[in-house]
């Protein structure tokens, strides 16, 4: 990862330390926020269709639990490393403190292919995983959900698994549900959809609104689409799509229905076409002449080597971590606004916790009270951003900074009151 300068957990690393810097907070809050408070390795054997057993790696990392239960994904990828799981679990701590949840931060992951697996190997793993983690998770403990390969279907075997352990069931042990199973239908669209939100409230800030403004999407998966489809909803024009197979791109806009059907019949949206359409790579939307860029699919795409070439002016992070610092200081300087993705993406997180709320009272919202109160959270934590950023002064602070201030200080004040500093 070093040609294209710092990786993920550095980038993180990096911006907590100057952050927890910049709010005056003692070195001890960086001390105890630099390393996660426990992590977990399991392994999991499962009997392959092949009658062969094969042992899967996987991890749960518990950042820091200050503000109340670890919360945070599950990750299946081939390349699933350590590092990024706790660089992920860090951003989690600091994503729910900033939204005002009453959550610390976790991750988990193991490093599988679940497109490789039929759907019983993928059960047997998912229920494993959940019998491997039982004794360290559980809806006051430690709360996981989706993250990049894993899915409701996934969430429901793992609720399953823990209940059967438990002697009852549990619904709050795992967020992002089916809705049959105690799930909330707007987690499925409440990540895209709080990417819209920000995008929207920062495009009054730039523009004055974001109708007709330019949007190019790169991952056209759960956050990628949503963010796509919000977007389009609230007035702009989202021009260039990708995912992992390649994108496309259309001046006059895409038709998001018919690249979503193409994407589910052919594997990729890079086979869409229509009149105007044309293919790009993942390297090129980065670069396109657009007003709003949404990286919304892995990390570090974009780096030092292709900062300089970036001509949107705001670029909202769905995904976790697509910009590493050294481009983040780049664009900075370039006058880019960055909504990081500790704020721009949280919108998952906030209706998992909605979601959580239901399950421990056994009652239930209607969609739309579920997204007025998303949008309620995520207003309030777009204020308090901004209030916070023109505070530090935006020439020398970037967005992201004044974000991890906003959660630091809440984190150092319940790590205070607890007596821990
Ligand atoms: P997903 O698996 O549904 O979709 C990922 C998309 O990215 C797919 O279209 C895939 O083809 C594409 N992709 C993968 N590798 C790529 C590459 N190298 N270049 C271009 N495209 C590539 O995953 P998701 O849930 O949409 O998550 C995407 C990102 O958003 C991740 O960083 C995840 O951590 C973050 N995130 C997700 C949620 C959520 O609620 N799903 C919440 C917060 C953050």
């Not at 105007?276 to 030092?304: F, M, Q, S």
Request: without cysteine; hydrophobic residues 40%.
């Amino acid at each position: 990862m070093s040609v294209m300068g710092t990786t993920f957990l550095e980038s993180v690393l990096q911006t907590l330390k100057r952050s927890i810097e910049l709010g005056g907070y003692p070195q001890e809050v960086y001390e105890i926020l630099s390393r996660p408070q426990r992590i977990i390795t399991v392994n999991i054997p499962v009997r392959m269709d092949n009658g062969k057993i094969q042992v899967f790696t996987g991890y749960r990392v518990q950042h820091n639990n200050a503000l109340g239960p670890y919360k945070g994904g599950i990750r299946f990828h081939p390349e699933v490393m350590l590092d990024e799981v706790i660089a992920l679990a860090t951003v989690m701590t600091l994503k729910n403190a900033l939204n005002g949840l009453p959550y610390g931060g976790g991750k988990g992951a193991i490093a599988v292919d679940p497109k490789k697996l039929s759907r019983r190997e993928l059960e047997e793993l998912s229920r494993g995983y959940a019998r491997a983690l039982a004794p360290f998770i559980g809806p006051e403990t430690d709360i996981p959900a989706p993250d990049v390969g894993t899915n409701p279907q996934i969430m429901a075997w793992m609720v399953d698994e823990y209940s059967k352990i438990a002697g009852r069931n549990v619904p709050g042990v795992f967020t992002a549900k089916p809705a049959v199973l105690w799930g909330n239908p707007v987690r499925e669209y409440s990540t895209g959809f709080g990417v819209a939100v920000w995008a929207r409230e920062a495009a009054k800030k730039l523009w004055g609104g974001i109708e007709g403004k330019t949007v190019a999407v790169q991952g056209f998966g759960n956050v990628g689409y949503w963010a796509a489809y919000w977007l389009t909803k609230m007035g702009a024009r989202v021009v260039a799509v990708s995912d992992i197979g390649g994108g496309v791109y259309n001046p006059n806009g895409i038709d998001l229905t018919a690249a979503k059907a193409v994407t589910d019949k052919t594997g990729t949206v890079a086979n869409y076409d229509s009149t105007g359409t044309r293919k790009i790579t993942n390297e090129e939307l980065l670069e396109l002449p657009v007003d709003i860029l949404v990286p919304a699919a892995v990390e570090n795409v974009i780096h030092r080597g292709n900062a300089n070439n970036i001509k949107a002016k705001l670029i909202v992070e769905g995904a976790n971590g697509p910009t590493t610092a050294d481009a983040e200081e780049i664009l900075h300087k370039k006058g880019v606004w960055i909504l990081p993705d500790l704020a721009a993406n949280a919108g998952g997180v906030v209706v998992s916790y909605l979601e959580w709320v239901e399950n421990l009272q056994w009652y239930f919202w209607t969609e739309e009270e579920t997204r007025n109160r998303l949008e309620a959270i995520l207003m309030n934590t777009f204020n308090r951003v901004m209030t916070r950023w023109n505070k530090l002064g935006p020439a020398n602070v970037t967005i992201r900074e004044a974000a991890y201030v906003e959660a630091v200080d809440r984190i150092y004040n319940a790590m205070k009151v607890r007596g821990w500093i």
